[in-house]
């Protein structure tokens, strides 16, 4: 018998060599009928008004006290709100976008989190959301969340609902994350001024990160995910997200600017340095309610599923990519092995105090490990044996563990 010897999961879920989830805030959505049309054209392959879907896994962002012209919770009627839970509890509504620009106490995060709780929904990753004070960020979305003592402090109660994963206004124009930093792939000839000024831009937050600033420190490590506290004391894991645009960060982050950021040279980059990507935009930011998507968008989207279905990019919520990327850079696998069988303990890691939580069961599907030809493997979390799927390793002689990774399931009405 052997014992005691530790695995490190694959960084990228088998057969696919990067990730990337399309991150929408909800901005500007109209109502809750090119809401639906969105998410349906994203996640199935049913008939939209923008021709079939494209079967990808994309979820989306909800607020709740909004003017009345955008599509929020409480602007919405019953039927819209219904929708609401039933997408929030399928997961493709993954993240709240703040509470609003109306929400400005803590009365109204507790409305908002009253609701949610009576009708079984739970969010895990909160997005600041312009200037709306229930913001977290401190440095560039200026909010008061999470500060104690102000009217619109709501951190307790955020993170006791579940909140666990923050995006404080941190968006790079490097393509793909979780590999060393490079600016090669931003800069576009035929745009060349502007584009050279976008990667000098991404090159001092890089020089200004290496030089302590707080600000663009995830800049520098180009990591997804870091480890941080709010000012109130309370541990979150903080994220980055994405836009390559060589016109810079805050442009083409709309509908009709998604075909200009997911462009295929940009996909081929991201599947060159094998990394993960989410991606910023607002797909609710549409010039026609009736077809959300013009062809250029629908182009690009349709690219990208061939992407998925070549097995070179995995497509899936911005919950999920923060699952698996969380996953690998905490869990291994303690490893004893009694004559052909080896048992795989996954072991959870938490790194530092700063960790706000456990995995959730699902965050650990799509971990694989590598391990000797000859063995039979037994995968446990706690005391429960997973199922796995077990296959020649690539190149490597061994054998390849994966626990698999299952789609979510897409309601069928709303």
């Given at each position: 018998m052997t014992s005691g010897f530790e695995l490190r999961p694959r960084t990228m879920v088998p057969p696919y060599k990067a990730m990337l989830a399309i991150c929408s805030d909800l901005d500007e959505t109209p109502d809750r009928q090119t809401y639906w049309e969105i998410a349906r054209f994203l996640n199935t392959a049913q008939s939209?008004?923008?021709?079939?879907?494209?079967?990808?896994?994309?979820?989306?962002t909800i607020y709740f006290d909004m003017p009345k012209n955008q599509f929020s919770y409480w602007n919405t009627d019953d039927a819209g709100r219904s929708m609401?839970?039933?997408?929030?509890?399928?997961g493709h509504i993954d993240c709240l976008h703040s509470y609003g620009d109306h929400a400005v106490t803590r009365g109204h995060a507790g409305r908002a989190l009253d609701a949610l709780t009576k009708h079984d929904c739970r969010l895990e990753t909160w997005i600041d959301h312009a200037q709306a004070v229930t913001n977290f960020g401190s440095d560039i979305m200026v909010g008061s969340g999470d500060l104690p003592g102000h009217d619109a402090y709501h951190a307790d109660l955020t993170t006791g609902h579940g909140v666990q994963y923050v995006w404080r206004g941190r968006v790079t124009s490097v393509i793909g994350q979780d590999v060393p930093r490079r600016l090669t792939g931003v800069f576009d000839r035929a745009h060349a001024v502007a584009s050279a000024k976008t990667v000098a831009k991404e090159a001092v937050k890089g020089f200004l990160a290496h030089r302590g600033?707080?600000?663009?420190?995830?800049?520098?490590?180009?990591?997804?995910?870091?480890?941080?506290?709010?000012?109130d004391g309370r541990p979150v894991i903080e994220f980055l997200r994405a836009n390559p645009y060589w016109g810079g960060v805050e442009h083409a982050a709309t509908a009709d600017g998604l075909a200009d950021a997911l462009t295929e040279a940009m996909l081929r980059k991201l599947v060159a340095r094998g990394g993960a990507c989410i991606l910023y935009t607002h797909l609710g930011k549409v010039g026609d309610r009736r077809v959300p998507f013009k062809p250029p968008t629908v182009a690009a989207l349709r690219t990208l599923a061939e992407f998925e279905r070549r097995g070179e990019i995995l497509v899936t919520t911005t919950r999920?990519?923060?699952?698996?990327?969380?996953?690998?850079?905490?869990?291994?696998?303690?490893?004893r092995t009694v004559g052909s069988v080896?048992?795989?303990q996954l072991k959870h890691n938490v790194i530092g105090s700063d960790s706000p939580g456990r995995l959730g069961e699902r965050d650990y599907?799509?971990?694989?490990?590598?391990?000797?030809?000859?063995?039979?493997?037994?995968?446990?979390?706690g005391s429960r044996e997973i199922?796995?799927?077990?296959?020649?390793?690539?190149?490597?002689?061994?054998?390849?563990?994966m626990i698999p990774w299952t789609r979510l399931s897409f309601p069928s009405a709303a």
């Open positions: 939209t008004s923008m021709g079939p879907g494209v079967g990808l896994e994309v979820g989306n609401v839970h039933d997408l929030i509890r399928s600033s707080t600000k663009y420190a995830m800049h520098a490590p180009n990591e997804v995910l870091r480890a941080e506290r709010l000012r999920r990519l923060l699952g698996f990327r969380r996953a690998v850079r905490e869990v291994v696998g303690v490893t080896m048992q795989i599907e799509g971990l694989a490990f590598e391990i000797p030809s000859g063995l039979t493997p037994r995968v446990l979390l199922q796995t799927v077990v296959t020649p390793a690539a190149g490597q002689g061994g054998l390849q563990v």
